[in-house]
């Protein structure tokens, strides 16, 4: 399967400021990147599909100015959480997929703390 | 609407056989899937199923019944290490986008 690396892994930021989570494909040619977040012991919430060289379309509740999603290449795509409060706190994963394949590979997702 | 349930929380016995049950109602299916998902990480691939029946991968069976819309995942020899949580997620629609349940945590007890 594809290989999938996040940066960072771990980031505390105050509130008000913004962050940056990028999610690169190492090995894959990534048309399809979707990005999840996950709060403690519940399931994965899709944000957003992002495809290489469009506009990413954004789940039904999710602010796409506060969440920016910028997927320029085949092999990288980034969310900048903006204007960061304690609220944004999460594990933000971030998953790839291709055409017709059916499996999406995940990367090791991104555990942000707002403070 | 769209949902998918699957208990939240199961506890079995190492060395035993567990049973894990998804029941699902979408718009449409296009193949079901089960990730493992330990503490702390991203979900990892453990089956697909598109066609009714049973897919034996080692320890791990996944089986699927789409006129009932169930699933199940059966983990044999269970051991301490799968210890984790157990999503379950179905393709519904055209695009590539997958509705996800809300995951079952898995204890396993010595």
């Known amino acids: 399967g594809a290989v999938v690396s996040q940066h960072p892994s771990r980031v505390i930021c105050k509130s008000g400021t913004s962050v940056k989570i990028e999610c690169r494909s190492l090995?894959?040619?990534?048309?399809?990147m979707f990005w999840y977040r996950q709060f403690p012991k519940k399931s994965l919430m899709l944000m957003a599909t992002?495809?290489?060289?469009?506009?990413?379309?954004?789940e039904q509740g999710v602010e796409k100015d506060k969440f920016l999603i910028n997927h320029a290449s085949l092999t990288l795509s980034t969310l900048t959480v903006t204007s960061a409060h304690p609220e944004d706190s999460s594990f933000y994963i971030c998953?790839?997929?291709?055409?017709?394949?059916?499996?999406?590979?995940f990367g090791p997702g991104t555990r942000l703390t707002v403070t | 609407g769209q949902n998918i349930d699957q208990p939240t929380e199961m506890t079995a016995t190492e060395g035993a056989i567990v049973q894990i049950n998804c029941t699902y109602q979408?718009?449409?299916?296009?193949?079901l899937f089960w990730y493992q998902q330990h503490a702390g990480e991203a979900p990892t691939f453990l089956s697909y199923?598109?066609l009714d029946g049973l897919e034996e991968k080692g320890r791990f069976s996944s089986f699927l019944s789409r006129s009932k819309g169930y699933s199940y995942l059966l983990l044999k020899e269970l051991q301490m290490k799968d210890s984790a949580s157990y999503l379950c997620a179905v393709r519904g629609g055209s695009n590539y986008q997958l509705i996800w349940g809300a995951g079952t945590k898995l204890i396993i007890k010595p």
């Open positions: 998953s790839v997929g291709q055409g017709a394949s059916y499996e999406q590979y």
């Open positions: 199923n598109v």
């Open positions: 992002s495809n290489e060289g469009s506009k990413a379309t954004y």
């Open positions: 979408t718009s449409g299916f296009n193949g």
């Open positions: 090995d894959f040619q990534a048309t399809t």
